[in-house]
């Protein structure tokens, strides 16, 4: 039994380890492809008028239809 | 005869391997080197808006000047500059208005492990310094759990401040700090606790056991949870690449791992394992719980897969010159809750794992042993090479003297 | 609990049912056969562990369920090893403090 479960441990562990390698591998090499920095932060100093944004028109009927309709 | 023959061809193609594993390690380090640094040159492209151009003005300094404007007005400036963190240099550029405030901070490029970074902008460290003005010196609270990207960071945008103070006010308050200053108690420590391991493995006290365990914890307490401090891939990624002699912001798993490769030289033995490391400790104390036993696994795959793991870690670390980007051991998680999920299910899966098997992790994917045989597998040929060559030399002597 | 279809719910929940059943009916018989000697203070550390066992399992699967899923499986990643250990250790200190037979 403990023999199972330290092979089953070390090919679950492995896995997680080639994923994890991938993962990595796979974030440095897209940095080098990317044309753009890390990370960057910029102070917002241009103040843009707030735009209004139009609210969207919500069918408050067919809303109901659609909750009545709900089943759990 | 036959079964001489099999452990000798074995023996061979060891040695074999052995030697490829240095050659294409050098290799990747060769091909890294040959990777253009265009971080500086992508920043421009990205910052610059049209009918904008650099002059520069000092060494790492530059002046923003609108290309149609007959006469330069006040101008923004670029100035870059650099920290040590964790896993080394961490650069950065940093954009300042004609009032000096700062206005832009762009990451160049970074040394440290991914999730630190990650947390540190999470925690808008980035955010906070900006607005604040280059006249004086930049400098905020370090994000918990990341302390060392984070002074690393701020270090790296006060440096680069420090250009423009310097340039227009004449005036500096960065102090570089040289890399020795950064040896702190920890490594006294750790040169105390490693001495004490090896008076203990050498003796044959009644009570070594209790002893171990003592130091153990010890162990645990001081270099896992409260600085996290064990050696890993990426700590031999550093020494191997020579991270340490440029600056890293913590020496201890340096100073440990150096150490043990000195009793490995030596001993054919690492007592980290044993009677130090953190992660042991707590898969020992979790055996102790659940009352586990040794089941190691002994198909060769098993015994070679780790070991190529390894190889291709450093190879990865090497390219990119980055080894604290590949890591694949659980420490970061199981000592200071920082690494991605799959780290994180790894470690659920090694506590668990521990309470019924004894030391799963160390006895099999652990990439210090795999380090550890390498290292005494290449001593002992070493040694068989330097005999042979002992044995030939009376012959030499005696066609000489004749 | 689960978004991401209706009939795992009920099914999760009928699941965890029965086995609340079997666990209730039959700790009593386990102890006994266990000889473990069980009294109120031991029954109270039995129960309240096998509470924080089922508030874990409801509360990081209603995170699930509400889109959480990273908090959700966090949650049960740290609490549910934990007490994964803390039930290993109870078990040893009950099988410790086991009434030793009379001879």
Same mark, same amino acid.
């Given at each position: 039994?403990?023999?199972?479960?330290?092979?089953?441990?070390?090919?679950?562990?492995?896995?997680?380890?080639?994923?994890?390698?991938?993962?990595?591998?796979?974030?440095?090499?897209?940095?080098?492809?990317?044309?753009?920095? @890390?990370?960057?932060?910029?102070? *917002?100093?241009?103040?843009?008028?707030?735009?209004?944004?139009?609210?969207?028109?919500? #069918?408050?009927?067919?809303?109901?239809?659609?909750?009545?309709?709900?089943?759990? | 005869?036959?079964?001489?023959?099999?452990?000798?061809?074995?023996?061979?193609?060891?040695?074999?391997?052995?030697?490829?594993?240095?050659?294409?390690?050098?290799?990747?380090?060769?091909?890294?080197?040959?990777?253009?640094?265009?971080?500086?040159?992508?920043?421009?492209?990205?910052?610059?808006?049209?009918?904008?151009?650099?002059?520069?003005?000092?060494?790492? %300094?530059?002046?923003?000047?609108? #290309?149609?404007?007959?006469?330069?007005?006040?101008?923004?400036?670029?100035?870059?500059?650099?920290?040590?963190?964790?896993?080394?240099?961490?650069?950065?550029?940093?954009?300042?208005?004609?009032?000096?405030?700062?206005?832009?901070?762009?990451?160049?490029?970074?040394?440290?492990?991914?999730?630190?970074?990650?947390?540190?902008?999470?925690?808008?460290?980035?955010?906070?310094?900006?607005?604040?003005?280059? =006249?004086?010196?930049?400098?905020?609270?370090?994000?918990? &759990?990341?302390?060392?990207?984070?002074?690393?960071?701020?270090?790296?945008? #006060?440096?680069?401040?420090?250009?423009?103070?310097?340039?227009?006010?004449?005036?500096?308050?960065?102090?570089?700090?040289?890399?020795?200053?950064?040896?702190?108690?920890?490594?006294?420590?750790?040169?105390?606790?490693?001495?004490?391991?090896?008076?203990?493995?050498? !003796?044959? !006290?009644?009570?070594?056991?209790? %002893?171990?365990?003592?130091?153990?914890?010890?162990?645990?307490?001081?270099? +896992?949870?409260? !600085?996290?401090?064990?050696? !890993?891939?990426?700590?031999?990624?550093?020494?191997?690449?020579?991270?340490?002699?440029?600056?890293?912001?913590?020496?201890?798993?340096?100073?440990?791992?150096?150490?043990?490769?000195?009793?490995?030289?030596?001993?054919?033995?690492?007592?980290?394992?044993?009677?130090?490391?953190?992660?042991?400790?707590?898969?020992?104390?979790?055996?102790?719980?659940?009352?586990? =036993?040794?089941?190691?696994?002994?198909?060769?795959?098993?015994?070679?897969?780790?070991?190529?793991? @390894?190889?291709?870690?450093?190879?990865?670390?090497?390219?990119?010159?980055?080894?604290?980007?590949?890591?694949?051991?659980?420490?970061?998680?199981?000592? +200071?809750?920082?690494?991605?999920?799959?780290?994180?299910?790894?470690?659920?899966?090694?506590?668990?794992?521990?309470?019924?098997?004894?030391?799963?992790?160390? *006895?099999?994917?652990?990439?210090?042993?795999?380090?550890? #045989?390498?290292?005494?597998?290449?001593?002992?040929?070493? =040694?068989?090479?330097?005999?042979?060559?002992?044995?030939?030399?009376?012959?030499?002597?005696?066609?000489?003297?004749? | 609990?689960?978004?991401?279809?209706?009939?795992?719910?009920?099914?999760?929940?009928?699941? %965890?049912?029965? @086995?609340?059943?079997? $666990?209730?009916? +039959?700790?009593?018989?386990?102890?006994?056969?266990?000889?473990?000697?069980?009294?109120?203070?031991?029954?109270?550390? $039995? +129960?309240?562990?096998?509470?924080?066992?089922?508030?874990?399992?409801?509360?990081?699967?209603?995170?699930?369920?509400?889109?959480?899923?990273?908090?959700?499986?966090?949650?049960?990643?740290?609490? &549910?090893?934990?007490?994964?250990?803390?039930?290993?250790?109870? @078990?040893?200190?009950?099988?410790?403090?086991?009434?030793?037979?009379?001879?």
């Amino acid at each position: 039994m403990r023999k199972h479960l330290s092979l089953a441990f070390v090919w679950i562990a492995s896995g997680l380890i080639v994923l994890q390698l991938g993962a990595s591998l796979f974030k440095l090499a897209n940095e080098q492809t990317q044309k753009q920095v @890390l990370h960057s932060v910029s102070l *917002q100093t241009d103040n843009s008028p707030a735009t209004h944004k139009a609210t969207p028109a919500i #069918d408050f009927q067919r809303l109901a239809e659609e909750m009545a309709q709900e089943k759990y | 005869m036959a079964k001489r023959k099999a452990s000798n061809r074995n023996k061979n193609l060891e040695k074999l391997v052995s030697v490829v594993s240095l050659l294409a390690l050098i290799c990747c380090w060769y091909l890294g080197g040959q990777r253009a640094d265009t971080s500086q040159m992508r920043f421009f492209a990205d910052f610059l808006t049209q009918g904008e151009s650099v002059v520069e003005v000092a060494p790492q %300094l530059f002046k923003i000047v609108n #290309d149609s404007e007959a006469k330069p007005q006040a101008s923004k400036w670029v100035s870059f500059g650099s920290g040590i963190g964790y896993g080394g240099a961490l650069s950065v550029a940093t954009v300042f208005l004609p009032d000096d405030k700062l206005h832009t901070i762009a990451l160049l490029s970074s040394k440290e492990t991914a999730p630190y970074f990650a947390k540190v902008s999470e925690e808008k460290l980035p955010n906070a310094l900006l607005g604040q003005s280059a =006249k004086q010196a930049f400098s905020h609270d370090g994000v918990t &759990g990341a302390t060392l990207t984070s002074q690393a960071y701020i270090s790296a945008v #006060d440096s680069a401040a420090d250009l423009l103070r310097q340039h227009k006010f004449g005036y500096s308050l960065f102090e570089p700090t040289s890399p020795w200053q950064q040896l702190q108690w920890l490594d006294a420590a750790a040169v105390v606790f490693f001495i004490a391991a090896v008076a203990l493995n050498r !003796s044959r !006290s009644k009570h070594k056991a209790k %002893l171990n365990a003592g130091l153990l914890l010890g162990s645990t307490l001081v270099f +896992g949870f409260y !600085s996290a401090s064990l050696y !890993s891939v990426s700590t031999i990624g550093g020494m191997i690449g020579g991270a340490w002699l440029m600056g890293v912001a913590n020496y201890t798993p340096f100073i440990l791992l150096g150490l043990s490769i000195v009793y490995i030289g030596y001993y054919n033995r690492n007592i980290y394992c044993q009677s130090l490391c953190p992660f042991g400790a707590v898969q020992q104390c979790l055996a102790k719980v659940g009352n586990a =036993k040794s089941s190691p696994i002994r198909q060769p795959f098993f015994i070679w897969f780790p070991r190529l793991l @390894l190889l291709v870690t450093l190879c990865m670390g090497a390219y990119f010159r980055s080894p604290a980007a590949f890591i694949y051991e659980p420490f970061g998680i199981a000592f +200071g809750m920082i690494g991605g999920i799959y780290l994180f299910v790894l470690t659920i899966v090694i506590v668990l794992t521990s309470l019924v098997v004894r030391r799963p992790w160390c *006895q099999s994917l652990c990439p210090i042993n795999a380090m550890t #045989d390498f290292i005494v597998f290449n001593k002992n040929w070493l =040694k068989q090479i330097r005999s042979q060559r002992s044995k030939k030399r009376p012959h030499i002597q005696k066609a000489k003297e004749a | 609990m689960f978004p991401q279809s209706t009939v795992l719910d009920p099914l999760f929940w009928m699941g %965890l049912g029965a @086995l609340q059943v079997l $666990v209730f009916a +039959g700790a009593n018989r386990w102890a006994e056969q266990f000889q473990l000697g069980m009294n109120w203070w031991k029954w109270s550390l $039995v +129960g309240g562990w096998w509470a924080s066992v089922l508030l874990t399992i409801a509360g990081s699967f209603t995170l699930l369920g509400e889109n959480e899923g990273l908090a959700g499986w966090y949650l049960l990643g740290f609490l &549910g090893t934990g007490l994964i250990i803390a039930g290993a250790i109870l @078990l040893r200190v009950l099988i410790a403090l086991k009434p030793k037979a009379l001879s």
